[in-house]
Antibody
Framework: EVQLVESGGGLVQPGGSLRLSCAAS????????MNWVRQSPGKGLEWLSY????????YYADSVKGRFTVSRDNANNSLHLQMDSLRAEDTAVYYC?????????WGQGTLVTVSS | DIVMTQTPLSSPVTLGQPASISCRSS???????????LSWFQQRPGQPPRLLIY???NRFSGVPDRFSGSGAGTDFTLKISRVETEDVGVYYC?????????FGRGTKVEIK
């Protein structure tokens, strides 16, 4: 069974940093592209970032470009999102999701709250 | 960026009756490889999104056959043939043809 489990969320002050992780199991992680998607409270879905199987191709949404960095550790079946210079508008549930042209599997999400 | 426009934003439906959601993209979703990467997701209250349909009309594993997708180019439709209680939630379309990936704003399906 495919499982994606996010962790690392929490309360952080504006301007602070946080590193999210996504632990993958039930499939060959190194063979699949991965993404981060977020959902602000009561709002819709916003795609944030994509990383290819090798990590050699990466894309970001303009809203996080230059502040967020996606990476993956294929040896340990994990995906990461380093979030710097956090703003109040980054408050959201952050999901990792597997796929390239669609998002076939999603984790349960981890809540990030940016507030003083 | 490709803008995805969903209508309606809300759809009250009687149990057992059909429901239809439209999604229009600001430009063609036909990829250079010939495929059209339009997906539909369901998000039940308190749950993460779940893939229903990919490449316009392909049902994902475990998705009931009352869900169907159609369309081409820039106009797409998700249909639920007979709405059941478990179908309550918000439905999103997403294009996977071009980066950045973009979602529609969502359509809330609720029971009348």
């Amino acid at each position: 069974e495919v499982q994606l489990v996010e962790s690392g969320g929490g309360l952080v002050q504006p301007g602070g940093s946080l590193r999210l992780s996504c632990a993958a199991s039930g499939f060959t992680f190194k063979s699949y592209e991965m993404n981060w998607v977020r959902q602000s409270p009561g709002k819709g879905l916003e795609w944030l970032s994509y990383i290819s199987v090798s990590g050699g191709t990466i894309y970001y949404a303009d809203s996080v470009k230059g502040r967020f960095t996606v990476s993956r550790d294929n040896a340990n079946n994990s995906l990461h999102l380093q979030m710097d210079s956090l703003r109040a508008e980054d408050t959201a549930v952050y999901y990792c999701a597997r796929g390239m042209t669609t998002l076939a599997y999603w984790g349960q999400g981890t809540l990030v709250t940016v507030s003083s | 960026d490709i803008v995805m426009t969903q209508t309606p934003l809300s759809s009250p439906v009687t149990l057992g009756q059909p429901a239809s959601i439209s999604c229009r993209s600001s430009q063609s979703l036909v990829h250079s490889d010939g495929n059209t990467y339009l997906s539909w997701f369901q998000q039940r209250p308190g749950q993460p999104p779940r893939l229903l349909i990919y490449k316009i009309s392909n049902r994902f594993s475990g998705v009931p056959d009352r869900f169907s997708g159609s369309g081409a180019g820039t106009d797409f439709t998700l249909k639920i043939s007979r709405v059941e209680t478990e179908d309550v939630g918000v439905y999103y379309c997403m294009q996977g043809t071009q980066f950045p990936r973009t979602f529609g704003r969502g359509t809330k399906v609720e029971i009348k």
